[in-house]
C-alpha cells in the first residue's frame, strides 16, 4: 500500500524580534500582528553578511523571522500537540541563513514527508544576526542599558528570542511548547550546546543535537573574555573614525554607518562568542561542573572526514606536518605531542594508513575539534552529577557518508556540512546556488531516510533508538552512521588526557582561576 503523506506550511514570515544594530531584540509579534494578519508565503529576508559564495534570497536588517513546518494531521490526530524542532543554521556565526541554497537545504518539508509516519513533528527554522553584527562588544553598549548591562552574544540573544516566540505561540500550530527541541551544525551546533549555559535559556528546550560543533564548545579558543572582546571591537570604532569622548555620539556613529563599511572593517575576523561574566558567565564545561547548566538530553557528534585533510595534503610529510601543527598549537606543546600521536615516524606514502602523515594529523585535529570536547562536556556531567542521574542522557556519533549527488567537491568524502542533505532528506548542498539535475537513488534515500527517523526519535522522545548506547566514562562508546556498514554502536577508543591538560591550562590563561577546573 502507498502511503501518500501531506504537509503545510505555516507563516514562513513570522517576526519574533526587532533590534536596532547592537541592542537585545524585543519580542514583539504580538505587538506587530495584533488582531492582524500577514502574507506569509514567501521567506523573510536574511540578515546581512558579506558577499559569499552561498545563495540568499534577499538580506536586511531586520532579519529575525522564523519558518514553520507542519505535517497535516487527521481529524483524530488534532488534539494531539506534536514534538517541536528547532533548527540553528551554520556558517561561522558569520554567513548563513534559514532559506538559504538552491534548492533549499534546511527544507522542514522534505524532512516532515521522509519521517516516520507515527511520529509527525513540527520543524521550525530561525535566523539570527551574523559577524559585526553578533559580537561588538563595547562598554558603550554596556552601559547603554543598565537593566541589562551586556555586549556582543547578540547571536544568541536572538536565538533565545525566537525560542522565547515559540514557547508562547507554538500552541497556536499545534506545537508543544513543552517538548521542543533544538539542533544546529557547525556554528549552530556550537550554539545548541552554549544555549545551555546562557542566562534565560531554562525550561525553553528539553533537548539539544549539535552536528560537528566547529569550533566545539568544549575548548577555551572558541569564546572570548572580555578583554578581548573589547580590543577587537575598539579597533572598529576607530577605524570608523567614531570614538568620542560621549558614549552617545559613538554609538549614533556606528549606528549610521553602512553595514558595507562595518563588515569591510569587520574583515575576516571570526566571530566569537563572548563569556562576559553576566550573561554567559561560564563556557559549558565549567557551568555543567557549577551546575549552572540546563537540564537536558544532549547529543553530539561529527563527520569522520570533517576535516578533509589527506585530500589536501596527500602527500604530507614529517616536517610538513609539523609546520601544520604550528599554526595552531603553543609550541611548548608541540613535542609531547609528537610522542602522543607517534608522529616522528610519519610516513608521506599514500599507502601507509594509520602510519601516514596526513592521517596522523588527522586524527590529532579531529581529537582536538571536536571527540575531546565532547568527552570533557560528557565527563563534565558525570563529574557533577554522577552517571544515575537523569540529567545524564547523553549520547555521541560519527557519521559517514558518500555524497555523490548533488555533486560536490570532495565527491564520496564526508566533509564539513556534507551530513545537511541526509539530516533533512534535500537533494542540496550548503553552497548550492542552482537545481541539480540528478536524483537519489534508493539507497541513499534509505541512508537519510533512517538519519531522519532517528533525530525524530530524538525530538519525540528526548532519546534515539534503542540501538544507540548512552555514554558511560567508564565504557564510552559512540555510534557509527553509515550508508554501507548499517548504524553500528562501537567502543569510542580516544586517549584525551593530552588535550584536557592543553585546555586546562588554556582556561586558567584565559578565564583566571575559576572555582571549578576541567574535569581531567
Not at 53 to 75: A, G, T
Request: hydrophobic content about 35%; glycine content about 6%.
Amino acid at each position: 500500500m502507498i502511503v501518500i503523506r501531506f504537509f503545510i506550511i505555516y507563516f514562513i514570515r513570522i517576526q519574533y524580534a526587532k533590534v536596532i544594530r547592537w541592542k537585545p531584540p524585543i519580542d514583539l509579534a504580538d505587538e506587530m500582528f495584533v488582531n492582524g494578519s500577514l502574507d506569509a508565503t514567501s521567506f523573510g529576508p536574511c540578515c546581512p553578511q558579506p558577499k559569499g559564495d552561498i545563495y540568499l534570497p534577499s538580506q536586511d536588517e531586520q532579519c529575525l523571522y522564523l519558518n514553520i513546518y507542519k505535517p497535516i494531521q487527521s481529524s483524530s490526530q488534532q488534539n494531539s500537540l506534536l514534538p517541536v524542532f528547532v533548527w540553528i543554521h551554520g556558517g561561522a556565526h558569520e554567513i548563513g541563513c534559514s532559506s538559504q541554497s538552491i534548492p533549499l537545504i534546511y527544507n522542514g518539508t522534505n524532512m516532515i514527508a521522509h519521517s516516520p509516519a507515527d511520529q509527525p513533528v513540527i520543524i521550525v527554522t530561525i535566523n539570527y544576526r551574523l559577524g559585526v553584527l553578533a559580537d561588538m562588544f563595547l562598554e558603550e553598549l554596556i552601559e547603554e542599558d543598565p537593566q541589562w548591562p551586556t555586549a556582543g552574544n547578540y547571536m544568541y540573544l536572538d536565538m533565545l528570542s525566537a525560542l522565547r516566540w515559540i514557547q508562547k505561540n507554538i500552541g497556536d500550530y499545534g506545537g508543544d511548547s513543552g517538548n521542543v527541541t533544538i539542533f544546529g551544525q557547525s556554528a549552530g551546533g556550537l550554539s545548541v550546546v552554549d544555549l545551555g549555559a546562557v542566562r534565560g535559556s531554562s525550561g525553553l528546550y528539553r533537548t539539544a543535537i549539535s552536528q560537528s560543533g566547529l569550533s566545539s564548545p568544549g575548548t577555551y579558543t572558541s569564546y572570548y573574555n572580555t578583554k578581548d572582546a573589547l580590543n577587537v571591537s575598539t579597533i572598529i570604532v576607530q577605524q570608523l573614525n567614531c570614538s568620542n569622548e560621549s558614549k552617545e555620539k559613538v554609538l549614533e556613529c556606528l549606528r549610521s554607518a553602512s553595514i558595507v563599511d562595518l563588515y569591510k572593517i569587520y574583515g575576516n575576523r571570526y566571530t566569537k562568542p563572548i563569556i562576559d561574566d553576566y550573561f554567559f558567565p561560564l563556557y559549558p564545561p565549567l557551568a555543567i561542573l557549577n551546575g549552572t547548566y540546563n537540564n537536558i538530553s544532549l547529543i553530539m557528534g561529527n563527520n569522520d572526514y570533517d576535516i578533509p585533510f589527506c585530500l589536501d595534503n596527500p602527500d604530507m610529510n614529517y616536517t610538513g606536518a609539523i609546520d601544520y601543527i604550528s599554526q595552531f598549537v603553543a609550541k611548548k606543546w608541540i613535542p609531547s605531542l609528537i610522542d602522543h600521536y607517534s608522529l616522528k615516524n610519519c610516513s608521506s606514502n599514500r599507502n601507509a594508513n594509520r602510519s601516514r602523515c596526513c592521517s596522523i594529523v588527522l586524527s590529532m585535529a579531529t581529537d582536538d575539534l571536536f571527540d575531546c570536547d565532547i568527552r570533557r562536556i560528557f565527563n563534565s556531567f558525570y563529574s557533577k552529577y554522577g552517571s544515575k542521574s537523569e540529567r545524564n542522557k547523553l549520547y555521541s556519533y560519527h557519521l559517514d557518508c558518500y555524497p555523490q549527488c548533488p555533486n560536490v567537491t570532495e565527491k564520496g568524502i564526508c566533509r564539513h556540512s556534507a551530513e545537511l542533505p541526509f539530516v533533512f532528506g534535500t537533494i542540496s548542498d550548503f553552497h548550492s546556488q542552482e537545481l541539480f539535475n540528478c536524483t537519489w537513488d534508493y539507497s541513499t534515500r534509505q541512508f537519510s531516510n533512517e538519519i531522519i527517523s532517528h533525530w525524530m526519535n530524538i525530538a519525540t522522545t528526548g532519546r534515539p533508538l534503542n540501538s544507540w548506547s548512552s555514554y558511560d566514562p567508564m565504557s564510552p562508546r559512540h555510534f557509527h552512521i553509515t550508508p554501507d556498514r548499517g548504524f553500528i554502536d562501537q567502543i569510542w577508543q580516544k586517549n584525551c588526557s593530552f588535550f584536557d591538560f592543553i585546555e586546562a591550562d588554556g582556561v586558567e590563561q584565559k578565564f583566571g582561576k575559576q572555582l571549578f577546573k576541567i574535569n581531567k
